[in-house]
């Protein structure tokens, strides 16, 4: 019995047992099951792991002892499809892979080629920039709100979410025609103009949705059952959340204070005035915590942002045909999820020779193993919720 | 810092910049080495990614990038490496965790491989997958025919 237990999982012989989340389940002359242990698999048709991700859970009893994610079932080949595209023919693609947040992957790919052309956007578009991306952060908070609240049996907080989600969408919709893959920047600006009662409607927007997160908050914040839920599950540390890439919301929940926007900053957030909140115990709860008030400071600097457009044109001088010299160049920006990377190689043609697109979700799903292990199988739901999770954006 | 690991490594290693960003060019032979000191001795705790680039008509087929930042000097580096087709590299897995997967997309991609992996396989593409999509001599319409048809039963994925 003890041999048997013995019997390590490979991430348990690693130097800092982190990281590989590999059962090894193929090797027969290592036996891994114990009388009490058992293999269960979850996914990928599985309604709490948002899209088609495949679990593998080792158990013992109720009590999880490892697990390993398979993923790419909805890998699509986004950096090959790069390598066969203009620049400007490749912008579109970029926002099926976090498709809630196709404002920020847009905006962090049509960066990383202006940075490449050494070109600039004006000031005025970089101030619809901010507004768009910060909209969708919030649309993109309000379906991770809405799906994880419901995988831990809130059914409520989903119908409101989605229901205030709308009202950012319209936004969307009015100012390029699509409300999902949006499509709304282009290589050095945007390519439209800010419709009439484009202002009045985002201040609409403003004085609409505090209400609305309150009444999230007085859904959850408080709620016994909610907070059963989540205290103290999936917990991560700040050393193991560096250790394993971890970014964004997660990384901040675990106490580092740490946003790309504030750190390096890009467009022109240094001009705006918000904090970046933090948590301490690195938990399920924390994460709700840092997110909600996240949104609430998006909504901050979308009011300083929309009372400062300042006019003036919305296109950089982009040449016709995008020809960037030969180079190598890395831009990151914070997307709702954490830090979304471009590393692109120019050769010097009209195609990307290489186009990398450093995904927050796939580094963050790899510390599922570390949040999970020792818990309740009940608790890999809350875990994946918390992590938010894009699956076109881990496969690509 | 350049200077010190100049004066180190010699001709090994070579320090470059490029529209402000700064990378170093290292022989292969100090991965992991070189990768080791930064973490310990640069603070650069926070590996950002790990990819490759594939250039075919190249005696040495293959760059290999290392992205990695520093949270205490706020500040962004890439360490950068060619190897040629068939050669491995040393894991960057026992230096930080967050490699296991990183290294795993480089592997299923292009075919490279990193020694010391504790599970070198597949990621995205299915086990059984023969060909490395991201190489630049594999075409953009090209799948492994066979494994379509068994497994999914019907001739062409297209």
């Not at chain 1, 799903?365 to 994946?384: E, N, P, R, S």
């Not at chain 2, 593409?125 to 023969?130: E, S, T």
Request: charged share 25%; glycine share 8%; with cysteine.
């Amino acid at each position: 019995m003890n041999e048997l237990k013995d019997k390590s999982l490979p991430h348990e012989v690693s130097p800092s047992n982190l990281g590989s989340s590999n059962l090894d389940l193929d090797t027969p002359d290592k036996p891994y099951l114990d009388s009490n242990e058992l293999i269960i698999n979850m996914g990928p048709q599985h309604p709490a792991t948002h899209g088609v991700l495949r679990v593998i859970l080792k158990l013992d009893g109720e009590k999880v002892l490892g697990t390993e994610c398979v993923i790419g079932y909805l890998h699509r080949g986004v950096e090959k499809i790069a390598e066969n595209r203009t620049y400007t023919m490749f912008n579109p693609y970029v926002d099926r892979m976090d498709y809630v947040a196709a404002v920020s992957n847009g905006l962090g790919y049509c960066q990383a080629v202006e940075k490449l052309l050494n070109i600039e956007a004006p000031p005025r578009a970089n101030y619809i920039r901010v507004i768009l991306t910060e909209l969708n952060r919030l649309a993109s908070h309000q379906i991770w709100l809405g799906t994880h609240a419901l995988d831990i049996g809130a059914m409520t907080p989903l119908f409101y979410t989605f229901r205030d989600r709308e009202e950012i969408l319209k936004i969307f919709e009015k100012y390029c025609g699509a409300r999902l893959t949006t499509h709304a920047f282009r290589i050095g600006g945007c390519q439209y103009e800010l419709y009439n009662g484009f202002e009045k409607d985002v201040k609409n927007f403003l004085s609409f949705f505090p209400p609305k997160m309150d009444e999230y908050e007085a859904l959850l914040t408080g709620n016994r059952i909610w907070i059963d839920r989540t205290k103290n599950v999936g917990m991560l540390s700040a050393k193991d959340a560096i250790a394993l890439g971890v970014t964004g919301p997660m990384l901040r929940a675990s106490g580092v204070k740490w946003d790309i926007r504030k750190a390096i900053p890009y467009a022109n957030y240094k001009d705006f005035d918000f904090e970046v909140p933090i948590g301490q115990n690195g938990d399920t709860y924390d994460r709700y915590l840092v997110r909600m008030q996240e949104m609430r400071q998006s909504c901050r600097i979308i009011e300083q942002a929309v009372n400062g457009i300042p006019e003036g044109p919305i296109m950089a001088k982009v040449p016709k045909v995008i020809k960037p010299p030969v180079g190598e160049i890395y831009h990151s920006i914070e997307a709702p999820k954490g830090e979304l990377g471009y590393f692109i190689v120019s050769d010097g043609s009209t195609q990307p020779y290489r186009v990398r697109v450093r995904p927050p979700s796939f580094v963050n799903l790899q510390a599922l193993d570390t949040m999970v292990k020792g818990q309740l199988v009940a608790d890999v739901v809350a875990v994946i919720g918390t992590i938010d999770i894009v699956l076109g954006e881990v496969d690509r | 810092m350049v200077e010190k690991y100049k004066k180190q490594y010699g001709s090994g290693l070579e320090a470059q910049s490029y529209l402000g960003q700064n990378y170093f060019t290292v022989d292969r032979s100090l991965i992991p080495d070189f990768l080791k000191l930064l973490r310990d001795d640069e603070q650069f705790d926070y590996c950002v990614d790990i990819t490759a680039t594939h250039y075919p008509k190249r005696e040495k087929q293959f760059d290999v990038f290392w992205i990695l930042y520093s949270f205490a000097r706020n500040e962004r580096i890439r360490v950068k490496t060619q190897i040629a087709d068939g050669e491995s590299l040393p894991s960057s897995f026992p230096i930080w965790p967050t490699a296991d997967w990183l290294e795993r997309e480089v592997f299923d991609m292009f075919g490279i491989k990193f020694d010391g992996h504790p599970c070198l396989k597949r990621i995205l593409l299915p086990d059984g997958w023969q060909g490395f999509p991201l190489r630049k001599d594999y075409g953009i319409l090209q799948q492994d025919k066979e494994w379509v048809q068994i497994n999914l039963g019907i001739e062409s994925g297209q």
